[in-house]
């Protein structure tokens, strides 16, 4: 398996000097097995993904996360989008209001974007994420739920023996009388248990998460003690707060190295990962 | 076995209310009680631990206002565990500490997406002596 990153912040995308190394694009990230290609949110960063792309047919999945704008907004620019030749299944938390097709074509019709969700000339298809774990090509993903506002899974991937846990948006602090609880009672514990990989929320330093209590992200240390409670082997820190520049997203990766646990690496865009 | 997420955010919520609350899964299992439950119920919930649907029923000695045993089926939280519907209900139990108290109870299913069965609730209070 072949992870890469394509794009690391959150909330917002935040180009410019200061956030040229870690990437100012918002969450993408491409996940390549022997068989599928599959893209782990449409965050802006999916666009640069899609330019590599232009030759592919065939299937891709994108698993999308939650409907927030920064894991949505690039989907419109990614050109595979509009290729005949692509067979497109899209994947997103079930809600019980809308489908998936009403909850993207709010975003995919005038006046936010121009082209519909219908008018994409790709062949699309669009499922809720199941409550059971389901297969794509040689891949097993599982998708749950996991504490953030709104209708949010997280997602397990494991294929080739090595597994890859993707929690970009994840509060598991959120209104625990002490962090982390027994694992049972730990949102998202499950889908990360044991990762040789865990994409994680970090986007808040300690100082920032109390003003931040329920916004749905957590802070650098709570991002350590989840991963250490769910004994992966590497941590990559994800959803880089906009207002982080890249001096100070060196000092928070810095500050969590070197401790008793999991490798900690500072998710930057264009970085890989060979799980094999 | 993980917990569902809705069950956690109940827990966390209800280790931060004064309201005694009482958290049971899908099969009607005790999974949790709050502090505030913990004076209602006479004993702490790490002392006492989960407890199975026959256990829990049968361990408080409920009765109704004549100082009748209440039928199982009779209690809102086992209402809203078989019913999928709030229910409200006053009656006497007796805690784990032996002392005899009047409640005021109301319970409402735990009805995750897709119509997911996923427990009930219920909070309560002790009732005004008439």
């Given at each position: 398996m072949i992870v890469r990153l394509w794009g690391t912040r959150g909330s917002v995308a935040s180009p410019g000097p200061e956030t040229i190394r870690y990437g100012g694009n918002t969450a993408c990230v491409e996940v390549r097995t022997d068989d599928a290609l599959l893209v782990l949110d449409a965050g802006t960063g999916i666009r640069r993904l899609g330019t590599t792309l232009r030759q592919h047919r065939g299937r891709i999945d994108i698993l999308l996360t939650h409907l927030h704008l920064d894991h949505l907004q690039g989907i419109g620019f990614f050109e595979p989008c509009f290729q005949p030749g692509v067979e497109l299944h899209i994947w997103g938390p079930p809600s019980t209001t809308q489908d998936l097709r009403e909850r993207l074509a709010r975003y995919l019709s005038p006046p936010l974007f121009p082209v519909r969700l219908r008018d994409l000339g790709s062949r699309v298809s669009l499922h809720d994420v199941p409550a059971e774990p389901f297969t794509i090509g040689s891949a097993t993903v599982s998708g749950e739920a996991v504490i953030h506002p709104g209708p949010t899974v997280g997602y397990r991937i494991s294929s080739g023996g090595r597994t890859l846990a993707y929690l970009p948006d994840h509060e598991p602090a959120l209104g625990a009388p002490s962090f982390p609880l027994s694992p049972d009672w730990t949102s998202g514990h499950r889908l990360a248990a044991d990762a040789d990989l865990l994409i994680h929320d970090a986007q808040y330093t300690e100082a920032e998460y109390p003003g931040h209590v329920g916004w749905g992200h957590s802070s650098l240390e709570h991002t350590w003690a989840?991963?250490?409670?769910?004994?992966?082997?590497?941590?990559?820190?994800?959803?880089?707060?906009?207002?982080?520049?890249?001096?100070?997203?060196?000092?928070?990766?810095t500050h969590l190295q070197g401790r008793d646990g999991p490798e900690v690496i500072g998710g930057r865009e264009g970085l890989g990962f060979s799980l094999v | 076995m993980s917990e569902p997420i809705e069950r956690i955010l109940v827990r966390h919520l209800g280790s931060r209310l004064a309201v005694p609350l009482f958290?049971?899964?899908?099969?009607?299992?005790?999974?949790?009680?709050?502090?505030?439950?913990?004076?209602?119920?006479?004993?702490?919930?790490?002392?006492?631990?989960?407890?199975?649907?026959?256990?829990?029923?049968?361990v408080f000695a409920v009765r109704n206002d004549g100082g009748q045993p209440l039928a199982i089926d009779e209690l809102p939280l086992v209402k809203a565990l078989r019913e999928r519907r709030p229910a409200h209900s006053r009656f006497d139990i007796t805690g784990l500490d032996g002392v005899m108290r009047?409640?005021?109870?109301?319970?409402?299913?735990?009805?995750?997406?897709?119509?997911?069965?996923?427990?009930?609730?219920?909070?309560?209070?002790?009732a005004a002596t008439p």
């Open positions: 989840f991963a250490v409670q769910a004994a992966v082997r590497r941590l990559v820190t994800f959803h880089h707060d906009p207002s982080h520049a890249d001096d100070q997203l060196d000092d928070l990766v | 958290l049971v899964d899908s099969e009607g299992t005790l999974v949790f009680y709050n502090e505030a439950a913990e004076e209602v119920l006479g004993r702490r919930f790490d002392d006492a631990g989960e407890m199975s649907f026959e256990e829990w029923t049968g009047s409640l005021e109870v109301s319970a409402f299913p735990l009805e995750g997406q897709g119509g997911a069965q996923l427990g009930a609730v219920a909070l309560f209070w002790e």
